[in-house]
């Protein structure tokens, strides 16, 4: 622990609060310099941009980065040995260069950064079980915390301005802390900082007599804190004491039975975006609730036979991803779709999340996380929380949080059938039921835990 932390763990709320907005502040000036002023300029004009134009400037935006790769990683310049990058004419070239997964990248590490002046540090990847740390520019740090802004405000939120409550597993409540204050306040980006590791059935109603008195323009952070609140407001029939302008989840999939039920509890709309701590490029929400890809941020490509993406970065010059294997699986909506938005930009049908996020049946097809949490349809509001776990193809550990008042013993059975309607007679369930579904030392709680080795 550093000498910092050590002194937050052992100061007053009041000094807590004091020295999250100083380090907010400090943050603030690596993201909001000038660069990131610009960049927010650029991408309102690139959303007006024609397909061609945008594409002709991704096409542009990728010879730059492959050229500085190659000039700047050894990594990338003893790959990339022998392919000539000045025969590319189009983005599909990039079919030329090999594939990158995550372990090529650890294991060389030192070699694929280019540079380490004027970068910082960042930790990455928890679900797959290796972690990475990679390095990013600060200016291609700004350009993407100003496309983050640029997708929040195309919506009605403008950050800085508005006020938003953030739900994340920072350390903010130092262990022991008698007090139920989960929270903490950062001035320097009028947020409201929430700690996804107190939230539990007994914390809830502080954590909305709080949010009650802050009176947040929007949420943010973990989509499952959120589904907490709401699942609870819709149990005990709550209404929240604010009017939301959006909710932008981060960090964990959406389920299309959660996002219906937070809007209905916060009467706004959610906001969907795919970003990573790695650096990939962007895919967000439009005003229409329709995903597009972010052509200026880098290119998704599928390869072999499903729907997992390689993804190129253009903001990732200190640790450039070209042709990564990131992990996760997208279904690209057909060419020439026209969105009502107006912008041209490609359409996503949907975003799959992380290769675990899924359990298998027993012959080994996979149940994506929007199937999985449709199991529990038929419980309404008696369910807190859920975790499916599974070790072997043909078994899954179900742990239930309930709500005792609300459920019912014959819901054991009802869980069971829906098992075996989507699961097939071979795949044995336990259903366990617990006090308390921990979350991960992350923070986020996960829904599925797939272990299963093949
Ligand atoms: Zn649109």
């Not at 990039?94 to 950064?113: Q, T």
């Not at 069971?416 to 991960?440: A, C, Q």
């Amino acid at each position: 622990m550093s000498f910092l932390e050590k002194v937050y763990e052992h100061s007053p709320i009041f000094w807590q609060n004091l020295m999250t907005s100083v380090a907010g502040y400090q943050k603030n000036s690596t993201r909001y310099g000038q660069v990131y002023h610009d960049y927010r300029a650029f991408l309102k004009d690139f959303d007006t941009w024609p397909l061609q134009k945008q594409q002709d400037y991704q096409f542009s935006e990728l010879m730059k980065l492959l050229n500085y790769a190659v000039k700047n990683s050894r990594f990338y310049r003893e790959l990339y040995a022998g392919v000539d990058l000045a025969s590319f004419k189009t983005v599909e070239d990039l079919k030329k260069l090999p594939i990158v997964d995550k372990e090529m990248l650890r294991k060389n590490i030192e070699d694929v950064i280019t540079d380490k002046a004027n970068t910082v540090e960042e930790h990455t990847g928890g679900t797959t079980g290796k972690s990475l740390v990679v390095r990013h520019r600060i200016e291609d740090s700004m350009r993407r915390m100003a496309t983050l802004d640029h997708f929040k405000s195309r919506v009605g939120f403008e950050h800085l301005q508005m006020k938003r409550a953030t739900f994340n597993g920072k350390h903010i409540v130092p262990p022991g802390q008698k007090s139920k204050v989960f929270w903490r306040y950062n001035r320097a980006c009028k947020q409201m900082i929430y700690s996804s590791f107190f939230l539990t059935e007994e914390n809830i109603p502080y954590y909305l007599d709080s949010l009650n008195r802050f009176k947040p323009d929007a949420l943010d952070g973990f989509f499952t804190c959120m589904l907490d609140l709401a699942n609870y407001m819709k149990r005990k029939g709550i209404q929240p004491g604010f009017q939301l302008k959006a909710i932008f989840p981060t960090s964990e999939t959406l389920t299309p039975s959660g996002r219906a039920l937070l809007e209905e509890i916060f009467s706004c709309k959610v906001y969907d975006q795919y970003a990573s701590s790695e650096g990939a490029p962007f895919v967000t929400d439009c005003p229409h609730q329709r995903l597009h890809m972010d052509l200026a941020s880098g290119v998704f490509e599928h390869f072999g036979e499903g729907d997992e993406v390689l993804v190129t970065s253009f903001t990732t010059y200190a640790t450039p991803l070209i042709r990564y294997r990131i992990g996760d699986s997208m279904v690209f909506s057909p060419e020439g779709q026209a969105c009502p938005c107006g912008m041209q930009a490609p359409m996503v049908e949907e975003i799959r999340g992380r290769r675990l996020d899924f359990l298998y049946t027993p012959e080994g097809a996979k149940v994506n996380a929007g199937n999985v949490s449709n199991l529990l349809k038929n419980m309404p509001n008696s369910v807190i929380r859920a975790q499916f776990q599974q070790s072997v193809m043909d078994k899954v550990t179900v742990l239930l949080e309930v709500d005792k008042a609300l459920y019912n013993e014959t819901y054991d059975d009802l869980l069971r059938s829906e098992f075996l309607h989507k699961f097939g007679p071979d795949l044995k369930v336990e259903i366990r039921h617990v006090d308390e579904i921990p979350r991960e030392g992350s923070g986020k709680f996960r829904m599925i835990k797939n272990d299963v080795e093949f």
